[in-house]
């Protein structure tokens, strides 16, 4: 069993286009950047977190960091196939309506209208720059 130092976890998204992506969660989603780092190549490959140096962007989801990588040669983006990997990230809010209200004025689309589910009350999705679903549910 993992003892873990932290009760959250953080998220890295290595972004195919970073400037879209930083746009999508900074300045749609509204998410605060709370750091910017250089990554090493040393590090990078060391770690194998990388096979390059990177630029690192965190932003602040309540208590989770979504890390955006800035990588020299990025990988394309494959968003119109299902595939293995990060597949959504849930941001849970106290009004999908109003959240997708919000939202849309800031130049997200979203793939449908809210939907309930047994779960929830409310569950949206739209779409970062790479596919990656983002999940907006009210309980």
Known sequence: ???L?????DVAIVCS????????YHRCLGLEIVME?????EV??????????????RLQAGNTLIKLMDI?????????????????????VEDVQQTVS???????????????????AGVVCAQDPDGILIEFVQV
């Open 37 to 41: 780092l250089e990554i090493p190549a």
């Open 5 to 9: 130092t932290h009760s959250t976890i």
């Open 44 to 57: 990078a490959r060391g770690a194998k977190l990388a096979p390059e140096g990177f630029r690192q962007v």
């Open 17 to 24: 286009n970073f400037k879209e992506s930083l746009h999508f």
């Open 102 to 120: 919000d939202l849309e004025q800031r130049g997200v689309t979203f793939l449908s209208p809210p939907v309930s589910a047994p779960d929830a």
């Open 72 to 92: 020299a040669f990025p990988p394309a983006s494959v968003s119109d196939q299902f595939k293995p990997g990060v597949r959504w990230l849930t941001f849970f």
């Open 1 to 3: 069993m993992l003892k």
